[in-house]
C-alpha cells in the first residue's frame, strides 16, 4: 500500500505528491517543519510539538496555514490512512508559490503545507545499552538554531561526517570549544558530581521538546539539572554523555571521537532517563494526547 501524503487540501499517494516548482520552500528553504512520534497509537508531546511549529512561523513572519484544530484533523487523518501505531509524522510549512525573488510575497500568498508519515520504532534498547559513538564538527550553522528552519545543509553535513566515521550522531562545537546540540538532537553531560547538564534555550540551539520532557523527569526523579553551555573538553571528560531526541529518546554516549567517555560504557543515570522516557511515553493519556 502508498504511503498517503497531505499537500495542500489534498490526500495522496506519495508518488503522486508534488509541490510546485516556485515554491519557496523549494527555492529559498523559506519553510518551517516539525516531526513529532506516534507510540503505540498516541502522539508523544504533539501540542508542544505544535507550539514551537506555531512560534518557528512566527519568527518568520509566516502566515499559519490552518488553525491548530484544524491541523490536528490532518495529522490525525494521516496517521489513520497511514495505519501508523508507531511511527513518526513529518508536517512541512513554507510560505507558499510566488515568482522567484527575495523579499517576501504578497501578504495574500497562502502557505504551503506537506504532511507524510511512516512506520518507525524509535532508537533501539540494544543500542542504548551498548551506548552510541559520535563525532565532533564545527557548528556553521545560521545564529537562528532556536527556528525549526528547512534550512539544514549545515547539519547534513555534519551527520554526514557522522555516517562516513560509522558513528551515530554528531555534536557541533563552536569555535570557541562550547558544545551547543547535535546534528539531530540535544546534548547533555553529567559531572563528576552528578549533575546534569545541557545547554540552556536560547538562540543558539533548537529547544527540543524531548529535552524538555527529560528535564521534567530527571528533576521529578531527584536528579540536579543545570542548564548552561559546557565545553568539548567537559564533555570528554564527563562522567556520562547522552543525546536526546524525538527518535533518539535518550541515548547514552560512550565515545566522542576516538575517545572512550568514562570507562566507555554506557552510563547508569543516562539508562535510567531512558527508561523513564519510556516509561512516559507508555502512560500517554490517549484521551488528551492530541490536545494544543
Do not use: C
Request: net charge positive; hydrophobic share 40%; charged share 20%.
Amino acid at each position: 500500500m502508498s504511503h498517503i501524503a497531505y499537500v495542500n487540501g489534498r490526500y495522496l499517494p506519495q508518488r503522486d505528491a508534488t509541490v510546485h516548482i516556485e515554491d519557496r520552500g523549494y527555492q529559498f528553504a523559506d519553510g518551517v517543519y516539525e516531526v513529532f512520534l506516534v507510540w503505540n497509537g498516541i502522539p508523544v508531546d504533539y501540542g508542544p510539538h505544535i507550539v514551537r511549529l506555531q512560534r518557528s512561523m512566527a519568527e518568520l513572519r509566516m502566515r499559519e496555514p490552518m488553525s491548530a484544530g484544524a491541523m490536528t484533523v490532518v495529522m490525525k487523518e494521516i496517521v489513520r490512512r497511514n495505519r501508523i501505531t508507531t511511527g513518526i509524522v513529518y508536517m512541512q510549512v513554507n510560505r507558499g508559490v510566488a515568482p522567484r525573488a527575495h523579499p517576501f510575497p504578497n501578504a495574500n500568498t497562502k502557505p504551503s503545507m506537506v504532511v507524510t508519515a511512516k512506520a518507525f520504532a524509535g532508537s533501539s534498547d540494544a543500542m542504548a545499552e551498548q551506548g552510541a559513538k559520535v563525532v565532533t564538527a564545527r557548528d556553521i550553522r545560521w545564529e537562528r538554531r532556536d527556528i525549526k528552519s528547512v534550512g539544514l545543509l549545515a547539519n547534513v553535513l555534519a551527520r554526514q561526517s557522522a555516517s562516513e566515521a560509522k558513528a551515530y550522531e554528531a555534536i557541533l562545537v563552536t569555535a570557541d570549544g562550547t558544545v551547543t546540540e547535535a546534528s539531530a538532537s540535544n546534548a547533555w553531560i553529567i559531572t563528576a558530581d552528578k549533575t546534569i547538564v545541557t545547554h540552556p534555550t536560547s538562540n543558539a540551539i533548537l529547544g527540543g521538546i524531548t529535552r524538555s520532557t527529560v528535564i521534567d523527569l530527571a528533576r521529578e526523579a531527584g536528579y540536579k539539572v543545570t542548564e548552561r553551555p559546557f565545553t568539548l573538553d567537559e564533555a570528554r571528560a564527563a562522567k556520562e554523555v547522552f543525546l536526546t531526541g524525538t527518535t533518539t529518546f535518550v541515548m547514552p554516549v560512550t565515545q566522542i571521537d576516538d575517545q572512550p567517555v568514562a570507562n566507555g560504557s554506557s552510563g547508569l543515570i543516562a539508562l535510567d532517563l531512558r527508561k523513564r522516557y519510556r516509561n512516559y511515553m507508555d502512560a500517554l493519556d490517549a484521551a488528551t494526547a492530541w490536545n494544543v
